[in-house]
């Protein structure tokens, strides 16, 4: 990486852009969303230096996280998935803007226990916990739930969530495969929901064209694009895009911002730092950048 602004890791090679798709179907009964964020996930991997397992993880959170930005109306809605567990990974968090930005970190990515196939699950790793999705509207409050983790698979979690907290009948699916030498062969996701007025046969017809091709991951080898996993899904029903939004891993820090959230640390605490520390190091968790400040810096900041 060349500087922090420099997002794209993978940008000397051929790629697509990143994009989540809306569309309904069954008469307006249906909403559902779809997305590829192969080029996203690259570049988390890149700046985290992911495990296969972390990867797929935060991958499938940062699948989830594009697509709720989606559900609201608000252009300044920013979707944070906060994921808290006992086991080796620890969590992980995933932010979703509508402006089209993706970012995210594990909490842990240095455990040994996960082996060389990243399709061996994340749920141990994870383990017991919650799952805590804030959306932030630009109002003066953000909104919040949390659930009890079901599998820490992400995708059956979503899609608990929804059913039972906010009483949305949803289909959640989440795929990740990587290649060999690390790069992303497969990052989609999907999420299907039954409005007022849909039919009981309608989702058992849906979830039965899931079934036949068995993940979301299988869907996106058969289809090999958004619009394409959407079609196979509901294609029987009048499938209708109405909004397409390209998607990038982009993080956004600042000295101006790091420096708040030392200041954040309070008083008491700072002043105990600076007198150990001639310059205070501070590291993004979501870019991996590092901040220096001198602390007669920190300490004429505490002053005024």
Request: with cysteine; charged share 25%; hydrophobic share 35%.
């Given at each position: 990486?060349?500087?922090?602004?420099?997002?794209?890791?993978?940008?000397?090679?051929?790629?697509?852009?990143?994009?989540?798709?809306?569309?309904?179907?069954?008469?307006?009964?249906?909403?559902?969303?779809?997305?590829?964020?192969?080029?996203?996930?690259?570049?988390?991997?890149?700046?985290?230096?992911?495990?296969?397992?972390?990867?797929?993880?935060?991958?499938?959170?940062?699948?989830?996280?594009?697509?709720?930005?989606?559900?609201?109306?608000?252009?300044?809605?920013?979707?944070?998935?906060?994921i808290k567990g006992k086991g080796p990974m620890g969590g992980l968090v995933a932010v979703a803007?509508?402006?089209?930005?993706?970012?995210?970190?594990?909490?842990?990515?240095?455990?040994?226990?996960?082996?060389?196939?990243?399709?061996?699950?994340?749920?141990?790793?994870?383990?017991?916990?919650?799952?805590?999705?804030?959306?932030?509207?630009?109002?003066?409050?953000?909104?919040?739930?949390?659930?009890?983790?079901?599998?820490?698979?992400?995708?059956?979690?979503?899609?608990?969530?929804?059913?039972?907290?906010?009483?949305?009948?949803?289909?959640?699916?989440?795929?990740?495969?990587?290649?060999?030498?690390?790069?992303?062969?497969?990052?989609?996701?999907?999420?299907?929901?039954?409005?007022?007025?849909?039919?009981?046969?309608?989702?058992?017809?849906?979830?039965?064209?899931?079934?036949?091709?068995?993940?979301?991951?299988?869907?996106?080898?058969?289809?090999?694009?958004?619009?394409?996993?959407?079609?196979?899904?509901?294609?029987?029903?009048?499938?209708?895009?109405?909004?397409?939004?390209?998607?990038?891993?982009?993080?956004?820090?600042?000295?101006?911002?790091?420096?708040?959230?030392?200041?954040?640390?309070?008083?008491?605490?700072?002043?105990?730092?600076?007198?150990?520390?001639?310059?205070?190091?501070?590291?993004?968790?979501?870019?991996?950048?590092?901040?220096?400040?001198?602390?007669?810096?920190?300490?004429?900041?505490?002053?005024?």
């Amino acid at each position: 990486v060349k500087g922090k602004k420099e997002y794209s890791l993978f940008a000397g090679r051929n790629r697509m852009s990143d994009r989540i798709i809306r569309a309904s179907a069954y008469e307006d009964t249906v909403r559902a969303f779809a997305v590829d964020i192969r080029n996203t996930l690259d570049d988390a991997i890149g700046f985290h230096d992911l495990n296969p397992l972390s990867a797929t993880a935060l991958g499938r959170a940062l699948a989830g996280a594009a697509m709720i930005s989606e559900m609201g109306k608000s252009d300044e809605a920013v979707i944070t998935i906060k994921i808290k567990g006992k086991g080796p990974m620890g969590g992980l968090v995933a932010v979703a803007s509508r402006n089209g930005t993706l970012k995210g970190y594990v909490v842990n990515n240095n455990y040994e226990d996960y082996g060389d196939d990243a399709q061996l699950g994340v749920g141990p790793l994870i383990g017991e916990g919650t799952l805590t999705i804030v959306r932030d509207l630009g109002l003066k409050e953000p909104y919040s739930g949390t659930i009890p983790l079901q599998s820490g698979e992400i995708g059956d979690d979503l899609a608990y969530y929804f059913t039972y907290s906010e009483q949305v009948p949803s289909l959640v699916a989440l795929g990740v495969k990587l290649n060999p030498d690390a790069t992303t062969r497969i990052a989609a996701g999907l999420i299907v929901q039954l409005m007022p007025g849909a039919r009981d046969e309608v989702i058992s017809e849906i979830e039965g064209r899931l079934f036949e091709a068995g993940s979301a991951s299988a869907i996106f080898e058969k289809t090999g694009s958004p619009e394409g996993m959407l079609e196979y899904l509901l294609g029987n029903g009048g499938l209708s895009i109405t909004s397409s939004r390209e998607t990038e891993y982009k993080c956004g820090c600042s000295r101006e911002g790091m420096i708040r959230g030392v200041l954040s640390l309070g008083r008491d605490e700072l002043n105990e730092i600076i007198n150990e520390q001639e310059v205070v190091e501070a590291v993004c968790h979501f870019c991996e950048t590092k901040y220096r400040f001198r602390s007669s810096e920190i300490k004429k900041l505490i002053t005024n």
